[in-house]
């Protein structure tokens, strides 16, 4: 099955800068995205992508940038303008269910989810 392993959390000042990165490996999928869940919050989406778009969450779109690179099986999440609410554990998720287009930055759509990675603006 999907395995899905992050890196690249830490701690960064406000206005600073992070990548996250994401390796998959153990299958194809569908659709493949970044998540973040905030202590007492619910998970939100925050940028995924499927057969042909990238949907971003409104807080973080113009800020965020999610790329990927095939060839290492590797997704990213560039974070730029960071501010004290983007302090979250964020995860990477990986579905292969066929209708995960539809709804990209709902969870319920993903099946194999990462550890999670800490980022922390202060």
């Known amino acids: 099955h999907v395995q899905l392993v992050e890196s690249g959390g830490g701690s960064v000042q406000t206005g600073g800068s992070l990548r996250l990165s994401c390796t998959y490996s153990g299958g194809s999928r569908n659709c493949i995205g970044w998540f973040r869940q905030a202590p007492g919050q619910e998970r939100e989406g925050v940028a995924a992508t499927g057969t042909d778009k990238i949907a971003y969450n409104d807080l973080v779109r113009g800020r965020f940038a999610f790329s990927q690179d095939n060839a290492s099986n590797t997704v990213y ?21 066929s209708w995960c287009d539809l709804t990209l930055l709902g969870k319920s759509a993903y099946n194999f989810w990462g550890q999670g990675t800490q980022v922390t603006v202060s």
């Open 77 to 97: 999440l560039q974070m730029n303008s960071l501010k004290p609410e983007d302090t979250a554990t964020y995860y990477c998720a990986a579905s292969v269910r």
